[in-house]
């Protein structure tokens, strides 16, 4: 038989084989097996998910991962970080998990080398301490960057801005311009960079440094809503100063996966008038104070709007046996008042103690406006499916310069404001949550959201942004011009 060499090397031709390495956390997970599904959809890709093993329970991410076949899971052995105190910051044992997990990771990557036709490493931005050991194995590598690309901005301009300011950027006297971005004050940057003298402060610089050495930059935003900051990291590339930019998102689930509260909670909602419900929520992790809870209670009390309340265990309360309820998690009457409870009883509120399904939840007619801490995969939920007006109330990382380009960028926020204690006052929430819900400023917000819930559709459309970087992207890790 005679067969052209094209013909031959087309099929002799392996399957590429991707590496998805997610150093960290849900937040960070999720989005990535998001793009994994989307550029399974591209071309004929086999995937390897990647995870350090930081002893907790992997359940949902196998769960999730079961859910897109043609993806494979790698678990890394697990690190002692015994030698941590408590007290260090959060980012140095996930940074620790992933240095001493470098060895077992060249294991992975080069046994896959060794067995399938390996072409690319994604990883997201803690990854960024293996990039040196991939970059010696040949292997193309792309970062992926949960976040907007005003993150990027900050991780462009902060080498810059670390030379020319001697004091902490919160003393700052101006409001810092990115650039393509919306001014920001010090205050509202990234928190580990606002102790310059701190080990963090240090590690972030070295991480940043890392970015540079990426064959390109995966960033889950789009044009349309951030098109100033993705035209400067153009510039930036097209100088040499930065990997290519590929603006994938959003990249964002399309559904919930089953919790306890699911039907409970999506029927409380399919009871309430359109619009009419804030839905509250501070991510995966993000918990307040007693006190806090106790003022945000008096808001939502006083607001005499209906809600709907993911409210975790407040960070000052020690978890003692007493507390419980019987599936294990704190009863909110412990921390709550007597009268608000009384209205969750009377239906005019829904409280969960553990996870709502966020997805169906902002998607819900009833839903009118949404109290978030800002994470960037819930800011792009509550654009893509939601499209209601923002409360924006920013816990930590990056979700202060996310509230900034919310509610200043986007005008589809308002912000609260901490007092001189640190605590947003129950009188400010009420006055929020009533200008959202029902007030005319709240009309206006809910306009631009449904502008930009628009033009999100429109990325995500066949020929849009978003599909465009993802099919750039896939031809690029499958070996292809
Ligand atoms: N989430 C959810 N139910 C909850 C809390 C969070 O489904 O009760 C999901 C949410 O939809 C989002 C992710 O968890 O996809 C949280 O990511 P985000 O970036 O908003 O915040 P983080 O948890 O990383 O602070």
Not at 119 to 148: C, N, R, W
Not at 174 to 203: A, M, W
Request: hydrophobic share 40%.
């Amino acid at each position: 038989m005679n067969y052209s060499a094209t013909a031959m090397e087309a099929v002799a031709q392996p399957q590429p084989h991707v590496a998805m390495f997610a150093a960290t956390g849900k937040g960070h997970l999720f989005p990535l097996i998001e793009l994994a599904r989307k550029l399974l959809r591209c071309q004929s890709f086999a995937v390897t998910v990647i995870i350090p093993d930081d002893g907790s329970s992997l359940e949902p991410q196998k769960d999730l991962l079961r859910t897109v076949p043609g993806t494979n899971l790698a678990l890394l052995p697990p690190v002692s970080l015994d030698d941590i105190p408590p007290t260090a910051p959060i980012e140095i044992p996930i940074i620790l998990s992933v240095t001493r997990s470098i060895p077992a990771l060249r294991r992975v990557l080069a046994d896959l080398q060794s067995s399938v036709h390996l072409t690319a490493f994604i990883a997201d931005v803690f990854g960024v301490h293996a990039f040196p050991m991939v970059k010696e194995l040949g292997i193309q590598i792309y970062l992926f960057q949960p976040s907007p690309a005003m993150m990027m901005s900050l991780v462009l301009h902060l080498p810059q801005l670390d030379q020319s300011c001697t004091c902490q950027f919160r003393d700052l006297p101006e409001p810092v311009k990115l650039p393509g971005c919306v001014p920001v004050n010090g205050s509202d940057l990234f928190d580990p960079i606002q102790d310059r003298q701190s080990e963090v402060y240090k590690s972030v610089l070295e991480m940043f440094g890392h970015f540079k050495e990426a064959d390109g930059v995966l960033i889950n935003s789009f044009p349309a809503m951030e098109e100033d900051t993705f035209k400067a990291l153009e510039e930036a590339c097209e100088s040499g100063g930065f990997p290519p930019v590929y603006p994938i998102g959003p990249v964002i689930r399309s559904g919930s996966e089953n919790c306890n509260s699911k039907e409970e909670c999506l029927k409380w909602l399919d009871e309430q008038p359109d619009r009419s419900v804030l839905f509250v929520s501070f991510g995966s992790g993000g918990t307040l104070s007693s006190l806090q809870m106790k003022e945000l209670a008096a808001g939502l009390e006083g607001s005499g709007q209906r809600f709907l309340l993911v409210a975790r265990r407040p960070n000052d309360l020690v978890r003692t046996g007493a507390y419980f309820s019987g599936k294990g998690e704190m009863d909110p009457g412990v921390y709550f008042p007597a009268s608000f409870m009384e209205k969750v009883k009377a239906g005019k509120g829904f409280v969960v103690t553990n996870w709502v399904p966020q997805v169906e939840v902002l998607r819900h007619a009833a839903v009118g406006g949404f109290l978030t801490h800002c994470g960037w995969n819930s800011a792009l939920e509550s654009v893509v499916h939601g499209g209601v007006p923002l409360i924006a109330w920013p816990l930590f990382a990056e979700q202060k310069m996310n509230a900034v380009l919310l509610s200043e960028g986007l005008r589809v926020a308002v912000r609260v404001r901490e007092g001189e204690d640190g605590v947003v006052d129950g009188d400010q929430i009420a006055k929020l949550v009533r200008k959202v819900v029902e007030g005319a400023e709240g009309a206006e917000l809910r306009r631009r959201a449904r502008e930009l819930k628009e033009a999100a559709g429109a990325a995500m459309g066949e020929d849009g942004s978003c599909n465009k970087a993802v099919a750039d992207l896939a031809r690029k890790v499958s070996g292809k011009k």
